[in-house]
Structure formats: structure tokens, C-alpha cells
């Protein structure tokens, strides 16, 4: 069993920072691609920063300058660093875990953080 958890969310108002952290434990063998997801009230879930195994990055356009993902393997954590923040940045973050276990390798997703951003 593998779970998958956000913390972090919170308000702040537009031009603050804020940073998320997606912490998966159970019974891993490797933590593959961790990609971060948010959602806003009546949008669909769009895909914000992804980082691979080897640490490679892509993030979306509208965050490119602002948010930096990272990992921490030893902690199977996985960071969201969001800087200048805007009041379109306000949605529900999610995170999605690639992870290899010994019954296979699936998808976990975590249960969601809200950012809110004043402005």
C-alpha cells in the first residue's frame, strides 16, 4: 500500500510564496516521475511541473519563472516552490506518484492542497 500526501496550501497574498511538499510512503521500491496537478473551481485539472527519477523538469508556460519542483529521494518527498505568486494561481494542488512497488508500477494521487492567492 502506497499513499501519497500534500501539505503546504494555504492563503497568501498575490506576489508571496509558498511551498508544497508531496510526501509518499509505504512500501516503494522507486519513486519514477512525480508530476503536480492543480485545479480551479469549474477548470479542469492541469498538468503544473513534472520532474523525472534523474531530476529533469518541465513545468507549464504560465509557471515557467515562478515555481521550481524538486525531490528529496531519501524522504520519497517531492517539493513545489511557487514564488510571485498571482490570484490565478488559486486552485486545488494535486500531486501524482509514479512508483514502482513490488506488485507493479501505478499512478497514486494525493488527496489535494488549497493555495489561495489574494490579491
Known amino acids: 500500500q502506497v499513499h501519497v500526501v500534500e501539505s503546504g496550501g494555504g492563503l497568501v497574498q498575490a506576489g508571496g510564496s509558498l511551498r508544497l511538499s508531496c510526501a509518499a510512503s509505504g512500501s516503494i521500491f522507486s519513486i519514477n516521475f512525480v508530476d503536480w496537478y492543480r485545479q480551479a473551481p469549474g477548470k479542469q485539472r492541469e498538468l503544473v511541473a513534472t520532474i523525472t527519477s534523474g531530476g529533469s523538469t518541465n513545468y507549464a508556460d504560465s509557471v515557467k519563472g515562478r515555481f521550481t519542483i524538486s525531490r528529496d529521494n531519501a524522504k520519497n518527498t517531492v517539493y513545489l516552490q511557487m514564488n510571485s505568486l498571482k490570484p490565478e494561481d488559486t486552485a486545488v494542488y494535486y500531486c501524482?506518484?509514479?512508483?514502482?512497488?513490488?506488485?507493479?508500477?501505478?499512478?497514486?494521487w494525493g488527496q489535494g492542497t488549497q493555495v489561495t492567492v489574494s490579491s
Open positions: 501524482n506518484a509514479h512508483v514502482a512497488t513490488r506488485a507493479g508500477t501505478y499512478n497514486y
